[in-house]
Nanobody, 114 residues
């Protein structure tokens, strides 16, 4: 039924960039975005975008990350610039339906290291 497929993670040097993608299908979604989780740390919201285009960012990524959406492709993107070692985590795409049920992608590893 509902499927989320995310991609774009990898290994990058500090100061580099990555672009995450998440394609959702099977429902109508009020919001999509990414959480991330690093070992020993709690899950945190990175960025989200609502059906009408309102965005929300964690303070730690504001000014460096940009979330956007392509309605025709039912896909959201997270452009991550000026990456820091502290951004290293597994990034999980989420989508919230109009009935407020949440779904999750499989996760993609982002590693920022020299």
């Amino acid at each position: 039924h509902v499927q989320l497929v995310e991609s774009g993670g990898g290994l990058v040097q500090p100061g580099g960039s990555l672009r995450l993608s998440c394609a959702a299908s099977g429902s109508i979604f009020n919001a999509m975005g990414w959480y991330r989780q690093a070992p020993g740390k709690q899950r945190e919201l990175v960025a989200a975008i609502t059906i009408d285009g309102v965005t929300n960012y964690a303070d730690s990524v504001k000014g460096r990350f940009t979330i956007s959406k392509d309605n025709a492709k039912n896909t959201v993107y997270l452009q991550m610039n000026s990456l820091k070692a502290e951004d290293t985590a597994v990034y999980y795409c989420f989508a919230r339906t109009i009935h407020y049920r949440d779904y999750w992608g499989q996760g993609t590893q982002v590693t920022v290291s020299s």
